[in-house]
């Protein structure tokens, strides 16, 4: 009962009015040296709540983190929720390669990555993919080829999200061609201000290009920026792909943003106190049970993690369950609004409206991104429920 009064009065203290609320158009949460803030009351979010380290609540306080356990984190989470407070930090620093970090990363790796993602100095992009690699990824064709204490890294990564903003890329690459075909590869670290890196940014329907390809021509790294063992990257990549379908799937819990029932009454109506579409409130009912159950679940999975073991293959299941709730969400969301929903540009819509289009539109990714639905349905049946090939 302390912690929780003591995060609430720290809160009401320092978080600005702006912060809670939803974020409109460029008020979305960042990072990294090409940051800018339209809000200047988003940066100064930021700010205190890396003083405090808890834009990274339950990372060890020695790299910047909040140094919380479960439970306070969750206390934490709860009072945000409470006032409505936006995240004052996302991203892949956050939520993949910094757990990553924590786990195969060297003390030197820790100490120069770490404390930066916490403050929202560095945003991070993932060199998985490759155009002849996607679902099937250990076939990658990335080379590094070291040339004293430098790797020279040549070839082409595609749906790199957020790489014409980033500042860092993690990255699987082949380091022995020779070997088998989940051998010989590594992850490595490199800033993407390093001669060689190209990025041009791929439009998608939803007008936004949060999707890039990335090349690499004789890029030089240094090998200290190897993570793990050489040759192992696959293990290192197999786990933060957990991390990452983790997050995907729902990692905080099942939470959405406005209350689906809310839109509901404003856009359908109520009859009797009732929303007045009878089938659509048996729709939302039955979602809204769903996502409270898949919340409990997920919930459950971290207080088994609570010792620090890192997400196992049920972030299979947590990701393929949580990306069809997000698409069904929006498919609620568009029966609701209808044609408000269906705009694209013009001052008769609003600026909620506008946004959850091209969210609607963003979501029909969620199926494919991190992992194919149909990959997470072999890795349960396989890693799972021991079913044979």
Same mark, same amino acid.
């Given at each position: ?17 702006? %912060? ?40 060890? !306080? ?20 409470? %006032? ?56 990658? #064709?990335? !080379?590094? &080829? ?42 490595? $670290? ?11 940014? %791929? ?15 004789? &890029? ?12 192992? *990257?696959?293990?290192?990549?197999? !786990?933060?792909? #957990? ?24 856009? &359908? ?44 293959? $049920? ?22 609004? *209808? ?14 409206? $506008? ?12 199926? %494919?991104?991190? *992992?194919?639905?149909?990959?997470? $349905? ?12």
């Amino acid at each position: 009962m302390a912690f929780r009064e003591e995060v609430r009065d720290w809160l009401e203290e320092n978080c600005p009015p702006s %912060i809670r609320r939803p974020a409109g158009p460029g008020e979305g949460t960042g990072g990294g040296r090409r940051a800018t803030y339209p809000n200047p009351e988003a940066k100064l979010w930021l700010d205190r709540m890396a003083e405090k380290g808890w834009t990274a609540a339950m990372w060890p !306080r020695e790299y910047g983190g909040g140094g919380l356990d479960r439970a306070q984190a969750n206390i934490l989470a709860e009072e945000m929720r409470r %006032i409505r407070a936006r995240p004052a930090h996302t991203g892949m620093g956050l939520s993949m390669i910094g757990p990553a970090l924590l786990e195969f990363g060297t003390e030197e790796q820790k100490r120069e990555h770490l404390p930066k993602i916490v403050r929202g100095e560095i945003w991070w992009c993932q060199g998985y993919s490759e155009p002849g690699a996607g679902s099937d990824l250990a076939s990658l #064709q990335t !080379r590094a &080829v070291l040339d004293g204490d430098e790797y020279v890294v040549n070839g082409a990564k595609i749906w790199t999200s957020g790489a014409n903003f980033a500042d860092w890329m993690y990255c699987l690459v082949r380091t022995d061609p020779d070997a088998s075909k989940h051998d010989g590869i590594s992850f490595i $670290l490199f800033d993407m201000a390093t001669p060689g890196v190209t990025v041009k940014p %791929i439009k998608l329907i939803s007008g936004a290009s949060p999707f890039c390809e990335t090349f690499l021509d004789n &890029v030089r790294v240094p090998k200290r920026n190897i993570v793990g063992e050489l040759g192992k *990257g696959w293990t290192v990549g197999k !786990r933060l792909l #957990q991390y990452e379908r983790t997050s995907i799937g729902g990692g905080g819990g099942g939470a959405s943003g406005d209350p689906l029932a809310d839109l509901a009454r404003r856009y &359908v109506g109520t009859e009797n106190g009732r929303i007045r579409d009878a089938a659509l409130r048996t729709r939302l009912i039955a979602h809204r049970i769903t996502d409270r159950a898949f919340g409990l679940a997920v919930r459950r999975n971290a207080e088994e993690m609570r010792g620090g073991r890192a997400p196992t293959f $049920l972030s299979s299941t947590f990701k393929l369950y949580g990306t069809e709730q997000n698409k069904a969400r929006y498919d609620l969301m568009l029966d609701m609004l *209808g044609s408000r929903m269906l705009g694209w540009t013009g001052d008769e819509f609003e600026r909620g409206e $506008l946004s959850a289009t091209r969210a609607w539109l963003r979501s029909r990714a969620n199926s %494919i991104e991190g *992992g194919t639905s149909e990959v997470q $349905l072999n890795i349960i049946a396989k890693r799972i429920l021991g079913l044979p090939d």
